[in-house]
């Protein structure tokens, strides 16, 4: 019988299969003919401290304490769960046969919970003897003659503990990953592996960067590792929304939300998107020097700013409005970043940092409110996200978003959506002027292909290398380094248990950078992304926009954005790195440079 079949006939379901490892627990407390107390018990905080009562998992768990459990219903649940064992994937992927040991081991601890039959012996009953050899034999290690030692050799042997560094005995890597995380988790990465334990205040995080971890954690197993208490900062500025919810509180979202930004509904925007890339180059151009030296990193934080207004609400965001919201993000994104700091002091107390966000959460609602308010009076729609989700529906229950969840859902865009694009550019122009070599060939491809004119959504498809370079660019410099995930239930990686409720930080920055991966990891190399390099590349060996159901849902209107921009600024002039000038990596919410990008312009022609 196959898993499926088998798991629908017992009432298991991804919602709550791992329930199914308190069964032999369960089977072994029902020995004796009763549940005792201190057996209930134990099997509770087991549940508990593993995160195994996930879904309908709890009112399972009451059934089968309530009433025991049919032999065949037993049989069944013990041969499902070796089964799941060998299989080692989908669901199963977590469930290895340290797991059926590990099961063993509290078999034994739960017939010994109440001292034997009805708790007036120290030794384990017979009936409790045969449950654990039943476990045993049914496990495929052990039987009623080799059970006790398994077990015993079991518990004797050394608990492989997740390798890391040790850090300070109060404050664990807090002041480490405060002032240089990357550097800290590529340190890691070579001194400890796969999967690294960081300690930090009343909680341990869990460094992963290895592919194959990464698709267990963002595709396989994402229902286990959830947003969780690590979004709560990002909570307060956008409630619940795309970038914050998981589940069922989720899925919604996503299925209202997802046609706004297909390929086919984004591409109208193109023309904008040259349009303001043309004007502020024209600006540029246009100063009394125009040779001298600018803020790069400045200018494209602003010009996306503007293209993501125009493309959420149709306004075009310029001059004092720009700097209010610009100034409102770097604000939120600074706030945001606190969030790894465990001695932060609640929103509710007026510090500096807390009123100064209050602020500029004042001004995204007022700004969101007002717009929002504007358009649903209207008879009249724009060709823009905002009334691209005013009018959706969600396909299942043919029910709307609410005016409450628009404005979460445009706060995030709007926060998010022009930070991480100019991000990326600015690493961008950053590398093509290091290397010039790339950046002459970048611009011949341009030149050749779009023969003077300005680009279009459509001429932009056959710019393959500028999509080499984007790719090769966020390789290096993923504007979302590091995603932190709460672990709803004990899972396994690489051999080591993770205990429920801690954190796992899956990082593309550390295995964008991996020698096993990546050779001369370091190196800016756009032919990387060439169809013949990428073929057969692991799927999560690269994934700067995430994987997985939480996939980053701006991708293609980001993507688009970029090369449009890129193919409208670069046949109008070649910008140099100021002499001296390095920028420097800020890693906080996402990969910023922290002193800008200082550059010259060399106009052709």
Not at 125 to 149: M, N, P, Q, V, Y
Not at 506 to 514: D, E, G, K, L, N
């Amino acid at each position: 019988m196959s898993i499926s079949s088998t798991m629908r006939e017992l009432g298991i379901d991804k919602d709550n299969y791992r329930t199914l490892g308190l069964l032999p627990l369960v089977f072994v407390a029902w020995a004796d003919g009763t549940v005792q107390r201190a057996e209930e018990a134990l099997i509770r905080r087991v549940a508990r401290d593993k995160g195994w009562l996930e879904g309908s998992g709890e009112a399972l768990l009451e059934g089968w304490l309530e009433q025991p459990p049919e032999a065949l219903y037993v049989e069944k649940g013990l041969a499902l769960i070796k089964q799941l064992a060998a299989e080692r994937q989908g669901i199963a992927g977590s469930i290895t046969a340290e797991t059926l040991n590990s099961l063993l081991v509290l078999c034994k601890e739960v017939a010994e919970a109440a001292g034997g039959m009805w708790g007036l012996t120290e030794s384990i009953c017979d009936e409790e003897e045969s449950a654990l050899a039943t476990i045993a034999e049914a496990f495929g290690i052990g039987d009623a003659k080799t059970w006790r030692r398994i077990v015993s050799d079991l518990e004797s042997a050394p608990v492989r503990s997740v390798p890391g560094p040790r850090g300070h005995i109060l404050v664990g890597e807090l002041p480490a990953v405060t002032r240089d995380p990357l550097g800290l988790f590529m340190r890691c990465l070579d001194q400890y592996g796969d999967v690294v334990r960081l300690r930090m205040p009343g909680l341990d995080w869990y460094l992963v960067s290895h592919p194959d971890h990464v698709k267990h954690v963002l595709v396989d197993h994402s229902r286990n590792y959830v947003r969780g208490r690590s979004y709560e900062r990002f909570r307060l500025l956008v409630d619940e929304s795309i970038a914050t919810t998981d589940g069922e509180r989720w899925r919604p979202l996503r299925r209202i939300a997802q046609p706004a930004f297909h390929r086919d509904s984004v591409a109208s925007m193109g023309e904008m998107m040259v349009r303001c890339t043309t004007e502020m180059v024209d600006r540029w151009q246009r100063r009394p020097r125009p040779e001298d030296p600018l803020d790069v990193a400045s200018e494209l934080s602003n010009l996306t700013l503007r293209i993501i207004g125009h493309a959420l609400f149709s306004i075009d965001l310029q001059d004092q409005r720009t700097a209010e919201i610009s100034d409102a993000v770097g604000i939120a994104l600074e706030y945001m970043a606190g969030s790894t700091n465990p001695f932060r002091l609640p929103s509710s107390v007026p510090t500096r940092t807390n009123r100064r966000f209050a602020q500029a959460l004042k001004r995204f609602e007022s700004f969101v409110l007002a717009a929002l308010a504007e358009r649903a009076e209207s008879e009249e729609r724009s060709h823009d996200l905002m009334s691209m989700i005013l009018d959706a529906i969600d396909p299942e229950t043919g029910e709307g978003l609410s005016h409450a969840q628009i404005r979460n859902e445009m706060l995030s865009y709007l926060v998010a959506g022009h930070e991480t694009s100019a991000t990326t550019l600015t690493w961008m122009l950053y590398l093509l002027s290091k290397h010039p070599i790339v950046g002459r060939r970048l611009l011949e491809e341009i030149e050749r292909e779009l023969g003077g004119r300005l680009p279009t959504v459509e001429s932009i498809e056959q710019l393959t290398y500028l999509d080499q370079v984007i790719q090769e660019t966020m390789r290096l410099y993923p504007a979302a380094f590091m995603l932190p995930r709460e672990v709803v239930s004990e899972d396994r990686l690489g051999g080591y248990t993770i205990p429920a409720k801690s954190w796992v930080l899956v990082a593309p920055y550390v295995t964008h950078r991996r020698p096993d991966f990546w050779p001369n990891p370091e190196g800016f190399d756009p032919e990387r992304f060439t169809p013949e390099a990428s073929m057969g590349r692991h799927p999560c060996a690269y994934y700067p926009f995430f994987a997985g159901p939480h996939k980053c849902i701006g991708r293609p209107l980001s993507l688009m954005e970029m090369k449009l921009i890129v193919a409208t600024l670069l046949p109008r002039c070649r910008l140099d790195l100021r002499p001296g000038f390095e920028p420097e990596v800020d890693a906080q919410v996402t990969l910023r440079s922290r002193n800008g990008l200082m550059v010259q312009p060399r106009w052709h022609g």
